[in-house]
């Protein structure tokens, strides 16, 4: 398998990137595909003494910013890394495409460079969140801020594929979140959607409120892409907020050092628990080949997880079984 990776994508590019694709060969047995500058990636390498062994270079003389539009992907910055990543997978010269880049232009690529699955009306991201009791995966988490009913609907389908495909879990419970569990709760989006899912042969288990989706009542939860990305910029924030806290509780005086030698083997339990690291990525569903978005400030183990995870969505075959799930699609 051969795997395309933005070697200028994120805060930590090239060094953390080259480390991750380094580690992903090792573990993973895979090719890779880096995009970026050459000169600075074999110097980079060099200095850390990083192999790049069964990793190809594909020059290209620009990188795309977090300040640039999101149509720079596709007008302004063509030969930039991420453009010249997407093109490739575009043209079958990899089996996914990953990047910690720009958000926006990612999507962009993805939508109008990769196309979309036959049928699908916007893609959407797609990252997995830490529960009580597992894991879950949120849809919309930014791509679309203005939804229509049957777009969620098409969320919960390729939500509830991917889960049961790429993360193994059977029969995913489908929730939409909502304002209240009430089946006439919150807007007209969310009232016609809930409508949809219900008549479904999905496993809809109905509205899902904010305090409940880390209780892991539900194994897919909808909702637009402004909400989605409030909820995930939350969690995130309230999950670092709370390690901090816990921190500062057991160092800020004598009586917390001995109880945190106690309790360090949980303590650690915890923070990787909801350490984003351990998810890598959120694949872009509804491409029609697997893109997945890394987190901004990604790490090597971030980068390798994230490779891990994009190798995992091709061995299902997911594409093909959002594709076979559309083909009776009446929605």
């Known amino acids: 398998m051969k795997i395309i990776v933005d070697a200028f994508g994120g805060d930590n590019c090239p060094l953390e990137v080259i480390k991750g694709c380094a580690m992903a060969v090792e573990g993973l047995d895979i090719d890779i595909v880096l995009t970026g500058i050459e000169s600075e990636i074999r110097k980079c ?41 997407i093109r490739l997978l575009n043209e079958g010269k990899g089996d996914a495409f990953i990047s910690a880049g720009n958000s926006g232009a990612l999507c962009v690529g993805a939508t109008l460079g990769i196309k979309r699955i036959k049928g699908i009306k916007r893609p959407a991201f797609a990252p997995v969140i830490p529960t009580e009791t597992g894991s879950a995966m949120l849809l919309d988490g930014g791509a679309n801020v203005d939804c229509r009913p049957e777009m969620l609907y098409q969320f919960a389908l390729m939500g509830s594929v991917y889960m049961e495909r790429v993360m193994k879990v059977k029969n995913p419970r489908v929730g939409l979140g909502n304002v209240g569990v009430e089946d006439h709760k919150g807007t007209e ?34 909702c637009d892409g402004f909400t989605g990305n409030m909820v995930l910029k939350t969690y995130e ?95």
């Open 189 to 222: 989006l969310y009232r016609e959607t809930y409508k949809m899912l219900k008549d479904s042969s999905l496993n809809f288990i109905g509205n899902v409120e904010g305090r409940d989706i880390s209780k892991g009542v539900c194994d897919v939860v909808v």
């Open 45 to 85: 390498a060099e200095e850390n003494n990083i192999s790049l062994n069964r990793m190809e270079i594909v020059h290209c003389d620009e990188v795309i910013t977090m300040e640039d539009e999101p149509n720079s992907v596709l007008k302004s910055k063509k030969n930039s890394s991420m453009a010249v990543g």
């Open 237 to 331: 924030g309230v999950a670092i907020t709370m390690m901090k806290i816990m921190k500062h509780m057991f160092t800020d005086s004598a009586k917390g050092k001995i109880a945190a030698a106690f309790l360090m083997k949980d303590l650690k339990g915890i923070k990787e628990k909801f350490d984003y690291n351990k998810y890598g990525g959120a694949p872009i569903l509804g491409a029609s080949k697997p893109v997945f978005k890394a987190h901004g400030d990604s790490k090597a183990t971030t980068m390798f997880n994230a490779i891990k995870l994009s190798t995992n969505y091709v061995s299902a075959n997911a594409i093909a079984e959002i594709t076979a799930a559309l083909s009776g699609d009446k929605k």
